[in-house]
């Protein structure tokens, strides 16, 4: 797909079009976020963006909302327009109907059904079709992540998140974290829940926390599946995530090993159990990641504990980090960190990232570290 630079305005047009796509984050999901703006003579005469799945997508949204005619107008798209039908339309349809001369998209759709073929179409009409390069395209391609790789892999994109203190510590000797991180921080987290499909933490953490693992923040469109891995199915029945079911769906990832009688005992109180092989457990959490993505989850929120982070990270699974640091030291040889697993044996082993940020959050500092890109 050949791209070019664009102009200023190319770039500015687009750039809303992204911002209009991130308004809907946590709520189009299996499909992806999109924007659009369409422009004639200068003048912005429509924007929309994909609310929902189910609803328009941004070109047809945007199309709706034209308060002149879009003939001859220019369509800037953060996403290369569908050619298919789903549960709507194709946008070319939509496209070529309205008049539209040209269109301008910043990034790609790596999904087999699309990568090219809508813009393919609209050229054979006679629309002139740009696709941009440059930072425009990075951050089309960025609020698009679980997209872009549960289209190419079929996993969901992991995020791995942490709360520690200066010294590296997530709990104490005895388990104790409440709290690490300050009352900002963890506001932000529970923002994460709700723009993720699932989160997910180890029977460890389940069984010594009793979390309920929802976004509890206003404006939730959705809350997030809860994922147990559990090789052993020992999730108690009696907890907060067996128990609320209803508000929102849990899923325990059990290994072969695990007793039928409690994995019937999960499947009763409605949960999911999916069952994964493997010669380890750096294999098995792989194939996990295979199954939640066939369930349709395409980002995947890592919350704890070590043990599972250290598998993932063995496994070179962890797509994304994002570290809390508290300004206290805890101390302590049996103190828990972050990471553990099998590690690597040198530093220059050692994972490095795409990109670092780093935001002061309150008294805490954040550290998001992309670790690959999709």
Not at 60 to 72: D, K, Q, T, V, W
Not at 75 to 80: I, P, Q
Not at 288 to 307: I, K, N, R
Request: aromatic letters at 2%.
């Amino acid at each position: 797909m050949a791209q070019t630079a664009g102009s200023e305005r190319d770039t500015r047009h687009l750039t809303r079009a992204i911002e209009l796509a991130g308004e809907a984050r946590g709520r189009t999901s299996p499909n992806p976020l999109v924007g659009a703006v369409i422009v004639k003579d200068d003048r912005v005469i429509g924007e929309g963006l994909h609310t929902a799945i189910g609803e328009p997508h941004a070109e047809r949204a945007a199309l709706e909302a034209c308060n002149e005619s879009p003939e001859g107008a220019t369509l800037y798209v953060s996403l290369e327009p569908c050619c298919h039908t789903g549960h709507t339309p194709p946008c070319t349809e939509a496209i070529v109907a309205a008049g539209i001369a040209r269109v301008v998209v910043a990034s790609d759709d790596p999904t087999p059904k699309a990568s090219g073929r809508g813009l393919g179409i609209l050229r054979d009409e006679g629309i002139a079709v740009d696709v941009l390069d440059g930072d425009v395209a990075d951050r089309a391609r960025l609020i698009n992540q679980p997209f872009r790789k549960h289209a190419r892999t079929g996993k969901p994109l992991v995020v791995l998140k942490s709360a520690m203190t200066l010294d590296g510590k997530v709990a104490t000797s005895t388990g104790d974290s409440r709290w690490i991180s300050g009352e900002d921080s963890r506001a932000r987290a529970h923002r994460w829940r709700a723009e993720v499909d699932a989160v997910a933490i180890g029977i460890g953490t389940a069984l010594a926390d009793d979390p309920l693992l929802t976004a509890r923040v206003e404006a939730v469109a959705r809350q997030p599946r809860r994922v147990v891995f559990d090789s052993e199915a020992r999730l108690p029945l009696d907890g907060q995530l067996a128990s609320t079911v209803d508000q929102a769906p849990v899923i325990v990832v059990c290994s072969r090993a695990a007793p039928r009688r409690r994995v019937q005992a999960l499947e009763t109180a409605g949960i999911t159990t999916v069952t994964v092989s493997g010669e380890n457990e750096t294999a098995r959490v792989a194939a996990a990641l295979t199954e939640l993505g066939a369930l349709d989850v395409q980002s995947l929120l890592v919350e704890g504990g070590p043990h599972l982070a250290g598998a993932l990270v063995d496994a070179r699974e962890i797509d994304e980090v994002r570290v809390f640091i508290a300004p206290v030291i805890a101390g302590g040889r049996r103190s828990r960190t972050a990471v553990e697993g099998q590690g690597v044996e040198l530093i220059g082993e050692a994972l490095h990232p795409l990109s670092t940020e780093i935001e002061r959050i309150g008294d805490d500092v954040l550290i998001t570290a992309r670790m690959k890109e999709w």
